[in-house]
């Protein structure tokens, strides 16, 4: 299916990591009103799943997914401007607080990221948690 608008040059193919990545984005956009509970947990790379779900407490899993996505689009390679890495995109200003070669693992840094979480709720992340 060819898709319309902005998207005009994406090709939806189901079942593809890009593509659930594009759903999910579509989703987002053009129903930010009527977004279900657990769409994001649905959405979300199996590695992923199971760290939210290991390091979140439940009631947090959708926006935790959400977050993280808007972040980095669940990249674990991905690197910020300020130089945050990874798909929850923790700042160079934690470096010292974490193993920053572990940061690079998706579990450890879903860790990290709820670490911060505890101390701070979504407020590192409040760009992202806006979109949510």
């Known amino acids: 299916m060819v898709l319309g608008g902005r998207f005009d040059s994406l090709y939806y193919n189901p079942g593809t990591a890009d593509n659930v990545r594009v759903a999910a984005t579509l989703w987002h956009e053009l129903t930010p009103a009527s977004r279900d509970a657990g769409y994001w947990a649905a959405a979300a790379p199996s590695e992923i799943t199971v760290a939210v779900h290991r390091h979140f407490p439940p009631e947090?899993?959708?926006?935790?997914?959400?977050?993280?996505?808007?972040?980095?689009?669940?990249q674990p390679t991905a690197v910020g401007l300020a130089g945050e890495i990874s798909i929850w995109q923790i700042h160079p200003v934690h470096f010292g607080r974490f193993d920053t070669e572990r940061l690079w693992k998706i579990d450890y840094n879903t860790w990290a990221a709820s670490v911060l979480w505890q101390e701070r709720g979504w407020q590192p992340w409040v760009a992202e948690r806006a979109q949510c």
């Open 60 to 74: 947090e899993w959708d926006t935790a997914f959400c977050v993280a996505f808007r972040a980095s689009t669940w």
